[in-house]
């Protein structure tokens, strides 16, 4: 069936190095896929983004990687700090004309000082 | 407002009462959307509202949930005759346009609801 899943539920990572989060998808038909942070007892909070005609995508200490070929999605943080401690969920969605995300089950980050 | 505000942020409620969650989105934001997120997992999509207009209810567990929204503006999810299994975070978001074109979703923080 259809399904947006994680490999790893929990990370943790030192302070200052680079953390590396996994999602395996599915849908043939997702189109566009998005990271979210969580911290606790807040909603999720925007990370990135990257549509499937693109296979990699770069924000502020963030990069996504899109593999379509093995249907795997990663989001990479650099130079990790205490307040990426959280958890992390990818998203996929089909496109215009489809409002549903569907998310994976998330994967906590933990920062080690 | 300057994000997506929900009330209550918790609610006990006993098995077989009523609820209503209230969400107040961004101002200007026409496309509105009710998550749900038990413990430990990632969010449920429940429904979804352009305007007032609801074109996507798929994600709606049962009828015993309905959502309605009015001015375009507040949504207010409820559900009836709540059961243990309706404990969750209720999360609402809203974007200045539809999702699939490419826009950000806002999350709230959530209501958390608890069915004794």
């Known amino acids: 069936g259809e399904s947006v899943g994680l490999h790893l539920p929990t990370l943790s990572v030192q302070e200052g190095d680079n953390s590396i989060i996994n999602c395996a998808y599915s849908?043939?038909?997702?189109?566009?896929f998005i990271w979210y942070k969580q911290e606790s007892g807040k909603g999720p909070q925007f990370i990135i983004d990257?549509?499937?005609?693109?296979d990699k995508r770069q924000g502020q200490r963030v990069t996504v990687l899109l593999n379509k070929t093995v249907k795997h999605l990663s989001l990479q943080i650099a130079a990790t700090q205490p307040g990426d401690s959280a958890v992390y969920f990818c998203?996929?969605?089909?496109?215009?004309?489809?409002?549903?995300?569907?998310f994976g089950t998330g994967t906590r980050l933990t920062i080690i000082p | 407002g300057a994000g997506v505000s929900q009330s209550p942020s918790n609610k006990v409620t006993e098995k077989g009462k009523d609820v209503e969650l209230r969400c107040d989105p961004i101002s200007g934001h026409t496309a509105l959307y009710w998550y749900r997120q038990s413990l430990g997992q990632g969010l449920e999509f429940l429904i979804y509202f352009q305007g007032n207009s609801a074109p996507d209810k798929s994600g709606l567990p049962s009828d015993r949930f309905s959502a309605e929204r009015t001015g375009g503006s507040v949504s207010t999810l409820t559900i009836q005759r709540t059961q243990q299994e309706d404990s969750a975070v209720y999360l609402c978001?809203?974007?200045?346009?539809?999702?699939?074109?490419?826009?950000?979703?806002?999350f709230g923080s959530g209501t958390q609801l608890s069915v004794l």
């Open positions: 849908n043939s038909a997702s189109d566009y």
């Open positions: 978001a809203s974007s200045s346009m539809p999702l699939g074109a490419g826009e950000k979703l806002f």
């Open positions: 990257i549509r499937s005609n693109m």
């Open positions: 998203a996929e969605n089909r496109g215009f004309g489809n409002e549903k995300l569907t």
